[in-house]
């Protein structure tokens, strides 16, 4: 069923614990921890604890953990003093995505070019 928990993803592992990640902030909706492989000084993931395979997804089945994933992304930021920032949703393998479960990233700490390539 759309949401729940997929044996094979790895996000819903560290969802549940079962494989470690550096937390940085959790809600009941929500969780944000250091991207494994930094692309910037600061590259935190945030992820919906229910599981959908993107963000498009996740808007159109759970709209209200969509906006939840936006605003803990804006708290990651600030949390870590990034005034600029950006917030990545890479969808589909042509764009980047690897892991096939709803995540924001958010990249600061350095100057990020624009556009991105
Ligand atoms: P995508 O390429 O799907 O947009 O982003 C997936 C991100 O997950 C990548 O930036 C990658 O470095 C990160 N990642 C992959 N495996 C792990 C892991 O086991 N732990 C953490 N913290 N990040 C991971
Ligand atoms: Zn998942």
Redesign the pocket.
């Known amino acids: 069923m759309a949401g729940e928990p997929q044996a094979d993803c ?1 996000f819903c592992k ?1 969802v549940a614990g079962d ?1 470690p ?1 550096t937390v940085v902030r959790e809600t009941d909706t929500t969780v944000a ?5 930094p692309q910037a000084p600061t590259h935190i ?1 945030v992820i919906p604890k229910v599981h959908h395979p993107d963000a498009a997804s996740l808007a159109a089945a759970e709209p209200q953990i969509a906006a939840d994933v936006l605003k803990e992304a804006a708290e990651v930021a600030a949390q870590e003093q990034a005034t600029s920032y950006r917030i990545v949703f ?1 969808t589909g393998s042509g764009a ?4 096939f479960h709803a ?1 924001a ?1 958010v990249l600061g700490g350095r100057g990020l070019q624009w556009p991105p390539g």
């Open positions: 790895l560290i494989v990640a921890f250091r991207d494994i492989n993931l890479n980047g995505q690897t892991v995540h990233h």
